[in-house]
């Protein structure tokens, strides 16, 4: 076990795990936010997305001492009352099926619309490639990113 | 081999059905006697405080906090088991089934919103628990929630407005005939004077339930039919807890399983030493789900009885325990369990061994070499095919499938002396109760559940085994237990959709009319067949056989169960037919309906040829079929009937780089009324996808017993830029009650694939999955 320190949605907070234990389990287990989905533990859903220093992240994949001392975001933490525009632009196209695989992709789509405020469809489909929709919402989610281009 | 009927199917969840009253009226009833759903209308009780209600509901929505004008409510009157009013009007509407992404959480309660007469901005939406003594079939599966709740839910919405009614009419001393309603206010125009619900809501609760109730009439609809949004979309969107996965209670322990590693293995011997002392670990013991003598319900289907089971404080903390255990593993001999219920108690054998694909499809070739058990048969078909000027024949197949429904299987529960509280995501909550009653030793009244939002379902989450291991577990540790199932614990636990094969023959005469027609079809371990489904009922002579073959690898519903390969393969083969006999794959198709339409073969056909010619017709017109196509877009077309609806598609695939490209699919559907077309349109788009995803790519196989696929890396699942480009949906608009959504428009969607893709290559493709294939087919035809 290991005392670290992570910054979680602007908040400074001290977990007591094991170094090797998955961002993921941290979020859900330890600190309660359970935006952060489990889908395959291997990186290959991407149902776990979160930002680590604004940058889009496996979380599952990811063990916690590697991100000691730095900036983590949870969907919890995308915005307040979620208004986000990514968030917003969901919403309008009402995007969710089951919602699992959602927090997942609004941290992937909010990241790409940092770096790239005004993707095209194949950057979209490249970008969003890694995550997957059981469901199979995915033009919605494709419209609600074309939507909030240009917004953030 | 001839199939057993006493083999448990993967169930036709439509079949499965409370009521046998017939849903399929052409024109609504504008009155209704209320005694048919008598056990949904309890004594009608005041609630005082209604802040309890809604304070401990962890999974209402949050319209409450962000979109109703009227606050947070006073007092809460129940009206009955659906609607619950507040003095500040605020109105509380219970929807009974799970939720699964059908978005049934906010649809159910938009028809009962729409007799009530409430603006549906001031209505907030909490998910029932389970409870039989109010309302009937809680269960998400065959596309049944909206067609078999539909007279219920606009029944409870009349039978309350008419309380609210009478309670204005006694308060005004009023004939209560001169009470009108609008959006959530009483008025008598005569005296000018006016309540609003709410305040209303407390003599209204103690008003005799009315014997019977006006309906409105359908088109004076002015909720259903518009679109709404998700009720729970801005908790989704924020990472609100809603799931299974996401339950937690103070004390709450982590527990996880270990399932033997192949179909035909049990645990022979555990060593936990070593485990035990790692960190975090509470305890390590093994369950026995079922004891062999244990008569099992229809959904307790289950290949691996005897768990492993660790538990812990924390996910990751177990999930390394369980990686520490020495295990052993022995064959299973020959061996039978019996199952209850739909007819009496019957035994299943289930046979030893480790089997393996390459095994399966042998054996499967050979069970369609007969003998074979004859399911319908019309005229003479042999004859017929004796004298056919042509005869085309295919055979097909498709492998094993896996839900992989995102969210893996888990469940809370907590068990205690004299009561069990389960809490989680299942479809099927009235099967889970009889057998967690029988395996606990607890009366179905000490048993509480409750239903978490699910993510992903598929049928999947009809077999409720973990919700007993929960239980069991937590009877065990006595504690508060969240059971947890890692991706490869729920891709490699079987209850797949079946494997299967169809071998198709149509004959032909010499002007190109199809005057015979043969279906041999069966599987592992049941036959897909629908025998009386189109082209039944469309040809003079028509032979349907079916066969199966035992396994011991467990099956269970999947999205469309059997239809989703007997739709798939039936369609791909008429485009074959049309071909052959020189005609246009729709206009063969309708003619062929107008046939069964006008002169129809038989008797007991189960599709209404009208309806399944609609949806033709529509995507004919939607998807300018007759028009000339762009040039490089090839264009398959194929329709079905199944679980009460009707379902086309025209899918547009392109080449590109070498690879298949879906431009797009244009659909039509005819499910009766729609109650939230935008939602309807988003389980279309979802079904097409799901389809496109699983022709090209879904299978699992496997090893000497093992599935050969445990996760994402190996098991592949459409992704974001292999989805259709675009995706037109369009409804049949007609008054016909519900028919259901959910299911109906995946099958068809893998045929109008595989049709477009012909038009691409050249090549039939008759196995699934087609990636594989295709991009062989595409250098062949490309050079």
Redesign the interface.
């Known amino acids: 076990m290991a005392r670290l320190n992570l910054t979680v949605n602007g908040n400074a907070v001290e977990v007591d795990v094991a170094p090797d234990t998955p961002l993921l389990w941290v979020l859900r287990d330890h600190l309660k936010l359970v935006g952060t989905k489990y889908g395959c533990g291997i990186g290959q859903c991407g149902a776990c997305t979160v930002h680590l220093n604004g940058l889009p992240v496996r979380s599952c994949s990811l063990p916690v001492a590697s991100v000691a001392d730095q900036s983590i975001t949870t969907i919890e933490g995308l915005s307040q009352d979620g208004l986000h525009p990514v968030q917003q632009a969901w919403l309008e196209h009402d995007v969710p099926q089951c919602g699992y695989c959602q927090a997942g992709q609004i941290m992937s789509a909010v990241a790409l619309l940092n770096q790239n405020p005004s993707p095209s469809d194949e950057e979209i489909d490249a970008w969003m490639n890694g995550n997957l929709c059981r469901c199979g919402t995915y033009l919605r989610i494709h419209a609600a990113i074309k939507s909030a281009a240009g917004k953030l | 081999m001839l199939p057993s009927s006493r083999r448990p199917a993967s169930c036709d969840c439509s079949r499965l059905t409370h009521d046998q009253e017939p849903f399929e009226a052409r024109t609504t009833v504008p009155t209704i006697r209320t005694t048919l759903n008598r056990r949904s209308f309890l004594k009608a009780s005041a609630l005082a405080g209604g802040g309890l209600l809604l304070g401990f509901n962890w999974s209402a929505n949050d319209a409450l906090a962000?979109a109703s004008p009227a606050g947070v409510p006073d007092d809460l009157f129940e009206i009955n088991g659906f609607v619950k009013i507040s003095q500040n009007g605020l109105v509380t509407l219970m929807s009974p089934n799970p939720e699964?992404?059908?978005?049934v959480k906010t649809s159910m309660p938009m028809i009962v919103a729409e007799e009530l007469d409430v603006d549906w901005r001031s209505v907030v939406v909490e998910q029932a628990p389970f409870n039989t003594d109010i309302y009937t079939r809680q269960f998400a599966g065959g596309s049944q929630s909206i067609r078999q709740g539909w007279r219920g839910l606009r029944m409870a919405g009349a039978a309350a407005r008419h309380m609210l009614r009478e309670a204005a009419a006694q308060a005004w001393g009023v004939p209560i005939e001169e009470v009108t309603t609008q959006a959530g206010t009483l008025y008598h125009r005569k005296s000018g004077r006016s309540a609003t619900y709410g305040e209303m809501a407390s003599a209204a609760a103690t008003m005799p339930v009315p014997e019977e109730v006006q309906l409105k009439d359908v088109r004076d609809f002015t909720i259903v039919g518009t679109?709404r949004?998700?009720v729970?979309?801005?908790k989704?969107?924020?990472?609100?807890?809603?799931?299974g996965?996401?339950y937690?209670r103070d004390g709450m322990l982590?527990a996880m399983i270990v399932h033997p590693p192949a179909f035909g293995l049990r645990l022979k011997s555990v060593d936990d030493a070593e485990a035990r002392t790692m960190?975090g670990i509470v305890d390590v013991f093994t369950i026995t789900t079922f004891d062999d003598d244990f008569e099992r319900g229809f959904f307790d289907t289950n290949a691996f009885p005897e768990l492993v089971v660790v538990v812990g404080r924390?996910?990751?903390?177990v999930m390394?325990a369980k990686k520490a255990l020495k295990l052993e593993w022995e064959p299973i001999p020959d061996s039978t369990y019996t199952i209850g219920g739909f007819g009496g108690a019957q035994k299943v054998r289930v046979p030893a061994g480790l089997e393996s694909t390459t095994d399966h499809i042998k054996r499967m070739a050979e069970a369609a070499a007969g003998p074979v058990r004859t399911v319908r048969r019309d005229g003479d078909p042999e004859a017929a095919f004796a004298r056919a000027a042509r005869i085309v024949e295919s055979t097909y197949s498709a492998p094993f499938l896996a839900h992989?429904?995102?969210?893996?299987m888990n469940f809370f529960a907590h068990v205690t002396k004299d009561r069990a509280e389960v809490i989680g995501p299942l479809q099927a909550p009235e099967f889970v109760e009889r057998t967690l009653s029988a395996r606990l030793g607890l009366p179905p009244e000490k048993i509480d559940i409750q239903m978490t939002?699910?993510?992903?379902?598929?049928g999947r989450r009809a077999y409720g085994h973990y919700v007993i291991e929960a239980a069991l577990i937590s009877q065990k540790v006595n504690a508060p237990v969240k059971l947890v199932y890692?991706?490869e614990d729920d891709m490699t636990f079987g209850i797949y959709r079946p494997a299967y094969h169809a071998v198709f023959r149509a004959g032909l005469d010499a002007d190109g009319n199809l005057i015979a027609f043969h279906v041999r079809a069966g599987g592992i371990p049941e036959s897909p067949l629908s025998a009386n489904r189109f082209p039944a009922g469309a040809v003079d002579h028509y032979l349907a056989e079916e066969w199966a073959l035992e396994s011991n690898i467990t099956i269970g519903a999947f999205r469309a169960p059997r239809s989703n390969f007997m739709g798939a393969v039936e369609q791909a083969f008429l485009d074959e037919v049309a071909e052959a006999a020189g005609k246009d794959p729709i206009a063969f198709r309708l003619e062929l309906l107008e046939r069964a339409r006008t002169r129809p073969v038989g008797e007991n056909n189960d599709y209404d040829a009208e309806r399944y010619a609609g949806v033709l017709k529509l995507v004919r017109e939607k998807s300018g079929w007759e028009d000339t196509r762009p040039s490089g877009v090839h264009r398959g077309v194929a329709a079905y009937f199944c679980h009460n609806s009707y379902a086309a598609h025209v899918v547009d695939v392109t080449i590109e780089d070498g690879r298949p490209v879906v431009r797009r699919v244009c659909s039509a559907v005819d499910c009766g009324i729609v109650i939230n077309p935008?939602?309807a349109v988003?389980?279309v788009?979802?079904?097409?996808?799901?389809g496109i995803?699983n022709a090209l790519y879904g299978a699992m196989s496997f090893v000497d017993g093992v599935p050969d696929k445990s996760?994402?890396?190996t098991y592949r699942?459409?992704?974001?830029?292999e989805?259709?480009?675009?995706?037109d949906v369009h409804f049949v608009e007609n008054d016909i009650d519900p028919t259901g959504l959910g299911e109906p428009p995946f099958p068809p969607v893998f045929a109008a694939l595989a049709n477009a893709l012909y038009r691409a290559t050249g090549k039939r493709l008759y196995e699934q999955p087609f990636a594989p294939q295709i991009e062989q087919y595409v250098q062949e035809a490309t050079g």
Not at chain 2, 100 to 103: H, I, V
Not at chain 2, 717 to 721: G, L, T
């Open positions: 962000v699964f992404g059908q978005n679109s949004k998700n729970e979309a801005k989704i969107v924020t990472g609100q807890p809603l799931f996965l996401d937690y982590i960190p924390t996910t990751w903390e390394q992989n429904a995102l969210e893996p939002r699910m993510g992903g379902g598929f890692t991706r935008d939602a988003n389980m788009e979802g079904a097409v996808v799901d995803g996760n994402f890396d699942m459409i992704r974001h830029a989805a259709p480009k675009a995706i």
